[in-house]
């Protein structure tokens, strides 16, 4: 099992942040065009899951998988998004990014004040504790296919 790369968007789409641990393929595009497809498709499935579930769903989207990976995505009430691809094994990953939000992003970006909210996310000590944080994770793996 593992982590494959990690996602922070603002509420307009914007990418604060983006890390890759074992992600194996590229997808061939730049970086941008990636995140604008990225946030493009979360907009699509939270329309499609709101307009379609026959319950009221509260939480909303919480992930999917392919036969290749799942997706596991949570978003605060103001807006910001965090989108983490596993493996398949990994299970619901809900708590870890509510996690990564309350523990790193509140504590090393919210209440920083050298960091401008809404802008990409700059602090090397956000980056180094949010890579230990994924790292030290159970189902995190350097040597997963």
Known sequence: MTVHNLYIFDRNGSCLH??????KKQAGISKEEEFKLMYGMLFSIRSFISK???LDMKDGFLAFQTSRYKLHYY????GIKL???TDLGVPNCRDTLQQIYS???????????LCVLGES???DLFSSKLDS????LPFFSVRAA
Do not use: G
Request: glycine share 0%; aromatic share 14%; charged share 20%.
């Open 83 to 85: 989108v983490m691809n």
């Open 133 to 136: 944080f994924i790292r030290a």
């Open 52 to 54: 379609m579930s026959p």
């Open 75 to 78: 978003e605060t009430p103001t």
């Open 121 to 123: 996310l700059q602090s």
């Open 103 to 113: 523990t790193l992003y509140v504590e090393y970006i919210v209440k920083n004040p």
């Open 18 to 23: 983006y890390s890759e641990w074992n992600r």
